[in-house]
C-alpha cells in the first residue's frame, strides 16, 4: 500500500503538521526526505532498511554526502538534501548562540559542540568564544590528534581569544572511541587552560566532552 493509500492519521507528513516534528520516529522523518519509496517499499519502509543497514540515524548522517550517494534508494539528490538540513541545523544553533540564547539555555553549547565534533574520527579540540554577554564571536578547530600536553597549546588558544575579543571562552573535545569520561590528559589540560586564560581575565566556562550520548559537562563535573 502507498502512503497516500493510509488513513490520514498514521501518515507521516499529516502527522507532522498536526503534532509536530517530534512525534515522528526516526524512520517517519527520514522518509519524509526520501519522499518515495522503491519497487515495493515505501518511502518508511525504504527508510527502516536504510536505518537498520547502517546500524541506526547517527551512523546513516555521519556519512559523508558522497558516500551517502552509494546507499540504496538515496542517489545525489537525496543526499544532498540531508546534508543541507544537516547544515541548516548547525546554523540554526550557531544563530542561537550568536543571539546570546545560551544564557537561558546551558545545554545549547554542549548540544553544538555535539553538533560540529560527533563523528569524527580523530579527535579534535575546539573553542567557542564569547563577548561579555556571552554571545558567540565564533567558533574555531585549534588542534586535531591525541588531547594530550603536547597538542594541546594553552598559548595558542589564549592568543586566539586575544584575537577575537573574547570574555569568556568553551572549550570542547571528542573522543572518538564514543566514551566520553575525561581522562587525566583532559582535566590536566583543563586545569592549563583555565589558568593561562586566567592570566589575561578570561574566563573559562566549560570543557566539553563529545562521545556517543549527550555532551559531558567537565564544569558540571566540578573539573572547570
Same mark, same amino acid.
Given at each position: 500500500m502507498h502512503i497516500r493509500d493510509w488513513p490520514e492519521g498514521e501518515r507521516p507528513r499529516e502527522r507532522l503538521l498536526a503534532h509536530g516534528a517530534g512525534s515522528l520516529s526516526d524512520a517517519e522523518l527520514l522518509a519524509i526526505f526520501l519522499g518515495s519509496g522503491t519497487a515495493g517499499r515505501d518511502a518508511v519502509a525504504g527508510a527502516r532498511d536504510l536505518l537498520a543497514a547502517e546500524g541506526g540515524l547517527r551512523p546513516l548522517l555521519d556519512r559523508e554526502p558522497k558516500a551517502l550517494t552509494r546507499l540504496r534508494g538515496i542517489g545525489p539528490a537525496r543526499a544532498c538534501s540531508l546534508a543541507a538540513a544537516l547544515e541548516l541545523g548547525h546554523r540554526h544553533l550557531a544563530a542561537q548562540l550568536e543571539?546570546?540564547?545560551?544564557?537561558? %539555555?546551558?545545554?545549547?553549547?554542549?548540544?553544538?559542540?555535539?553538533?560540529?565534533?560527533?563523528?569524527? $574520527?580523530?579527535?579534535?579540540?575546539?573553542?567557542?568564544?564569547? %563577548?561579555?554577554?556571552?554571545? $558567540?564571536?565564533?567558533?574555531?578547530?585549534?588542534?586535531?590528534?591525541?588531547?594530550?600536553?603536547?597538542?594541546?597549546?594553552?598559548?595558542?588558544?589564549?592568543?586566539?581569544?586575544?584575537?577575537?575579543?573574547?570574555?569568556?571562552?568553551?572549550?570542547?573535545?571528542?573522543?572518538?572511541?564514543?566514551?566520553?569520561?575525561?581522562?587525566?590528559? %583532559?582535566? $590536566?589540560?583543563?586545569?592549563?587552560?583555565?589558568?593561562?586564560l586566567g592570566l589575561v581575565d578570561i574566563r573559562l566556562l566549560d570543557h566539553f566532552v563529545i562521545g556517543d550520548g549527550p555532551p559531558l559537562s567537565m564544569a558540571a563535573r566540578g573539573l572547570v
Open positions: 543571539r546570546g540564547e545560551m544564557l537561558g %539555555d546551558p545545554g545549547a553549547a554542549g548540544r553544538y559542540f555535539a553538533q560540529r565534533l560527533r563523528g569524527l $574520527a580523530h579527535e579534535v579540540f575546539a573553542a567557542l568564544f564569547l %563577548d561579555t554577554r556571552h554571545r $558567540a564571536l565564533g567558533f574555531e578547530e585549534l588542534f586535531r590528534g591525541s588531547i594530550d600536553g603536547a597538542e594541546v597549546h594553552p598559548r595558542a588558544l589564549v592568543e586566539r581569544a586575544l584575537a577575537r575579543g573574547a570574555a569568556a571562552v568553551i572549550i570542547g573535545h571528542n573522543h572518538p572511541s564514543g566514551n566520553p569520561e575525561p581522562s587525566a590528559a %583532559d582535566r $590536566a589540560v583543563t586545569a592549563r587552560i583555565k589558568q593561562a
